[in-house]
Nanobody, 124 residues
Framework: QVQLVESGGGLVQAGGSLRLSCAAS????????MGWFRQAPGKEREFVCA????????SYADSVKGRFTISTDNAKNTVYLQMYSLKPEDTAVYYC?????????????????WGQGTQVTVSS
């Protein structure tokens, strides 16, 4: 079992920055791929980015490429999402997820564990 707890969400003006954190506990952190997803009201949950905790390889959705950065601190069992140049369309609940496979998957159904989510609101 893996427990995931997100933090760092909030309200920010367009063009601003936020850093989300996801603390993992339970099974050894380094065997998982960690991902960030988001879900806006009335929309499906969508892939944002992911990182292999073992190889540090990453993948980003086109909508956030160049603005968001995912990273891990394996010593702290924490994954981060640094968000720059935020836009109103980035407004959503952001979820951290853990996948027990080596591949970097982009579908929510591929992830085994989920955090409770943290709200990010970007005002125009």
């Amino acid at each position: 079992q893996v427990q995931l707890v997100e933090s760092g969400g909030g309200l920010v003006q367009a063009g601003g920055s936020l850093r989300l954190s996801c603390a993992a506990s339970g099974r050894p952190f380094s065997i998982y791929t960690m991902g960030w997803f988001r879900q806006a009201p009335g929309k499906e949950r969508e892939f944002v980015c992911a990182i292999s905790a073992r190889t540090r390889s990453t993948s980003y959705a086109d909508s956030v490429k160049g603005r968001f950065t995912i990273s891990t601190d394996n010593a702290k069992n924490t994954v981060y999402l640094q968000m720059y140049s935020l836009k109103p369309e980035d407004t959503a609940v952001y979820y951290c997820a853990a996948d027990s496979s080596w591949a970097i998957n982009t579908q929510p159904s591929d992830y085994d564990y989920w955090g409770q989510g943290t709200q990010v609101t970007v005002s125009s």
